[in-house]
């Protein structure tokens, strides 16, 4: 079984390694000393399963978590936390992996024995209860990471299968839900239409073409996004603050 530790405390990192290398059929294949890097490694290393600290500078595990679940082929998470460092009800509730430090050898064997791969949908519910939204969007184009910071972000515009992201250095098309991205930003970005959310600070002004149809455009650039007539009003209502 691969694995790749997850930690940014040096000495929690070689005592993991130590119980590891103590368990049969375990290879260490990397670490990582938070969120976007653990990404990365795993997009390169291809881990069975990742030992993900929790709290960590940067991108905290929980996040990277999420990141995670949306690659094509996920693998299995154990989430370690010191005591009272986490509501772990929410663990318990979702029936998400996760550790306890200070971890025994007997401890890890059994939850490596038992790791399972969290849905994305789980790791939501776990962050809306501990009030935790992601702070980037992780983009994978042509076998490359991108993470895009959110407050980078003008737009997210439903295409097909995918969602565009329109961000200030181009564009980018990630698959998830613009319900779900609601549902997590919807304090920064506001609905609009049934296909698109906005950045209500990016925004330049709203008006109507010569079709009819309400668009509104951007401060930095050029494009525009359509407003539903079922929208129009919280549209107004919202520029005009």
């Known amino acids: 079984m691969k694995v790749l530790i997850v930690d940014d405390e040096a000495l929690a990192c070689t005592r993991l390694q130590k119980l590891l290398s103590e368990i049969d059929g375990i290879e260490v294949v990397g670490e990582a000393g938070n969120g976007t890097e653990a990404i990365k490694q795993v ?12 709290r960590m500078p940067g991108m905290d595990g929980l996040e990277a978590g999420r990141h995670l679940s ?4 996920p693998p299995a998470i154990i989430f370690t936390t010191a ?11 979702h029936a998400v992996d996760y550790l306890l430090k200070p971890i025994s050898r007997e401890k890890l064997a059994a939850g490596l024995a038992a790791a399972g791969k969290p849905s994305r949908a789980q790791l939501q ?12 969007i992780c983009v994978i184009d042509r076998g490359d990471i991108q993470m895009i910071d959110i ?3 003008y737009y997210f515009r439903a295409d097909s299968k995918y969602l ?3 961000h200030t250095n181009g564009n980018a098309l990630i698959e998830e839900s613009l319900t779900t991205l609601e549902n997590e930003f919807g304090e920064l970005f506001f609905r609009v239409h049934r296909n698109a959310l906005v950045d ?27 407003v539903s007539r079922r929208q129009l009003g919280k549209v107004r209502a919202m520029l005009k603050g």
Do not use: M
Not at 43 to 54: G, K
Not at 70 to 73: G, I, P, Q, Y
């Open 83 to 93: 005591y009272g460092e986490f509501a772990l009800d929410a663990f318990k509730s």
């Open 70 to 73: 949306t690659l094509e082929n």
């Open 125 to 136: 519910q776990i962050a809306q209860e501990n009030d935790s939204a992601r702070k980037q």
């Open 151 to 153: 407050h980078n972000i």
């Open 164 to 166: 565009e992201v329109r």
């Open 200 to 226: 209500p600070n990016c925004l330049a002004g709203l008006s109507n073409d010569k079709d009819g149809t309400w668009q509104l455009s951007f401060q930095d650039i050029d494009d525009v996004i359509d």
């Open 43 to 54: 997009h390169a290393l291809q881990p069975e399963v990742v030992l993900l600290d929790i």
